[in-house]
Each structure stands twice: as structure tokens, then as C-alpha cells.
């Protein structure tokens, strides 16, 4: 029910490093993730707190929505395997909020 008021509930990503494995997987900003290893997330304390059950090195299975660039295309859903890194001081995430389009063109 969420997505239909323009809501897509779980962690956006914010920006992605260069030369992570988060972009070698194929992780692109504005991405929002929504699971881990199958476990659904609702904000970014949620993934902060499920990923302290992992470690640099263990790969994890991210269940992705991706929204359309084109407003005639359609939204994705995709699953990105990503091996974790060791978290860096400039790592920052955010929880995923989209404002509804209110027809003011």
C-alpha cells in the first residue's frame, strides 16, 4: 500500500564508491534497498542493525528496487549479490522517502 502514495518503505542509497564491490555488483545510487539475504527492511536502522550480524568478507544477497528514469518506464525489482566491505568513516545511508508528484507542472 505504501508504493501507492509514491512510498517505496526500506533504505536508499545514497551514493556509491567507485571502486566498492557495491558498484562492481551493479548498486547505483538512488537505489533502495528493501532486503537482505531474503529478510525484509523498512528504513536504514533496520539494515544497519541486520548488517552487524555480518562481516568484511561475507557476501549478501540485496533485494533491490530500482525506479524508472523515464516516466513511460516501468520500475524494477532486482537482486545484487554483494560482498561486504569494511565500512569506512564517510559511509552514510538514509532511509528511502519519494514525495508523491502533486500536479504542479
Known sequence: QAQMYGYQ??????AVEQDSTAAAAGLVAGDIITAVDGQEIQSSD????LLEGYKPGDTV???VFRKSLQ?????KVLTI???LMEAGPETTTGTAQS??????N
Do not use: F, R
Request: net charge negative; charged share 25%; proline share 7%.
Open 9 to 14: 518503505p526500506g533504505a536508499g542509497v545514497a
Open 46 to 49: 533496520d539494515l544497519i542493525e
Open 61 to 63: 544477497e540485496l533485494t
Open 71 to 75: 516516466s513511460y518506464g516501468e520500475d
Open 81 to 83: 549479490k554483494v560482498e
Open 99 to 104: 514525495i508523491p508528484n502533486q500536479g504542479n
